[in-house]
Every structure is written in structure tokens, then in C-alpha cells.
């Protein structure tokens, strides 16, 4: 049973993002997201203002949480108009981000949770489940992750 439900969680994870998600060692597993609780999908770019102004409210978050041993992970999932400024955006953040080059995950992404302005943090359980659509206002509300996994 225990197998068949991880192998379920897995599959929707990588109909999700896709095999693989790039992290700042090179890519990775997208079935290294297995065990998370709380997974936030982020829709953002460097273009933003206000993404800007978010990224490192999301960033001390993610880091006061995973510091306290907790199992959250966070996807970017860029809106940026070239390659080079996906990268340095993400040079600024912490956790995983699609690969830039994924943009049919990304535009089946941004139809899937509804994006129609950016930034938009999405919270998911491991297995697909919407927590929350406005983890931004979840976030804004609880910077210091006290009301972790918010469900």
C-alpha cells in the first residue's frame, strides 16, 4: 500500500514540474520533493516589482522553517522574458526552480492554479493538494512559519 501511495504522490509531482527541476547544484530529481509538507509552486520574475519585494520575505520564511528541521520546499517557477534573467533571479533564492527552459510546464502550470498576476505563491501538500492559492497572503501573515503547514 505504502509503495503504491509514494508511487502516486511521485506521479503527480512529475506531471507537475516534469522529471527534473534545477537547483543551483545542477538538476535534480523531481522526486527529490517526496517527504516535503508543504510545497510552494512560485510564480514570479525579476522584471517585478513587487515579486522583488516578496522573494526575500519568501526567503526568510523558507530559511527560519527548514531551519527548525521542517520539511518545506519551494519551486520557482519564472516569468522572466529571457534565460539570463531567470538566472540571476534565482541567483537570490534559496530552493528549486522549474527548469527555465520548461515553458510548456510553466504555461500548464500558470493555467492549472489559475495565475493571472505574478507573484503568486501557491502551497501544495506532496501529493498535489491545494493548501492555499494565496501563500502570498499566508506568508505575509505568519513570516516567522509558526502556523506551519497551514493546512
Not at 520533493?33 to 516578496?54: Q, T
Not at 520539511?71 to 516569468?79: E, L, N, T
Request: net charge negative; aromatic share 12%; glycine share 10%.
Amino acid at each position: 500500500y505504502w509503495g503504491l501511495l509514494v508511487s502516486y504522490i511521485m506521479a503527480a509531482l512529475v506531471e507537475l514540474f516534469g522529471e527534473k527541476l534545477h537547483s543551483h547544484e545542477g538538476e535534480v530529481d523531481t522526486t527529490s520533493l517526496e517527504g516535503c509538507d508543504v510545497i510552494g509552486i512560485y510564480f514570479s520574475a525579476h522584471w517585478c516589482p513587487p515579486c522583488r519585494g516578496f522573494t526575500p520575505v519568501l526567503a526568510g520564511t523558507h530559511k527560519t522553517i527548514v531551519g527548525a528541521g521542517k520539511k518545506f520546499q519551494v519551486v520557482f517557477v519564472s516569468s522572466d522574458r529571457d534565460e539570463a534573467g531567470f538566472a540571476e533571479y534565482f541567483g537570490e533564492m534559496p530552493w528549486l526552480a522549474l527548469p527555465f527552459s520548461n515553458r510548456d510546464a510553466k504555461t500548464e502550470l500558470a493555467q492549472k492554479f489559475s495565475v493571472t498576476g505574478i507573484p503568486k505563491l501557491v502551497l501544495i501538500k506532496s501529493d498535489g493538494e491545494v493548501i492555499s492559492d494565496d501563500g502570498r497572503g499566508v506568508i505575509m501573515n505568519d513570516k516567522e512559519g509558526a502556523k506551519f503547514p497551514w493546512a
